[in-house]
Nanobody, 130 residues
Framework: QVQVMESGGGSVQAGGSLRLSCTASGFTWGSSFSDWGMGWFRQSPGKEREAVSC????????HYSDAVKGRFTMTRVNAENILYLEMNSLKPEDTGMYYC???????????????????WGRGTEVTVSS
């Protein structure tokens, strides 16, 4: 069973920073995940879950939503199946539950759609106050 867990959420003032961490476990021993992808999504009450950023398994291909481009940065640590999301210059609009997702789809990083994700974490809450 593949498990995904996020951490690092919290409450910050606008303009502050947070670093989220996503750890994935339960992968088949010796498996190759070159065609897989990972990503971050967020959701606020009453709104649809939206893409934040996605990355190919190798880390060489990334996609950032227009809302976070230039402010958020992902970093992959493949050996430990860890994905970080460095969030800078946070805005109140960034408030929401942040979810880490894994997809068995080589196109996941470019589409960055929640519909393509196969595994989800339970989320970590981010609150940005003005």
């Amino acid at each position: 069973q593949v498990q995904v867990m996020e951490s690092g959420g919290g409450s910050v003032q606008a303009g502050g920073s947070l670093r989220l961490s996503c750890t994935a476990s339960g992968f088949t021993w010796g498996s190759s995940f070159s065609d897989w992808g990972m990503g971050w999504f967020r959701q606020s009450p009453g709104k649809e879950r939206e893409a934040v950023s996605c990355i190919s398994w190798s880390g060489q291909n990334t996609h950032y939503s227009d809302a976070v481009k230039g402010r958020f940065t992902m970093t992959r640590v493949n050996a430990e199946n860890i994905l970080y999301l460095e969030m800078n210059s946070l805005k109140p609009e960034d408030t929401g539950m942040y979810y880490c997702a894994i997809a068995r789809d080589s196109r996941f990083w470019s589409r960055c759609s929640p519909q393509s994700a196969n595994y989800w974490g339970r989320g970590t809450e981010v609150t940005v106050s003005s």
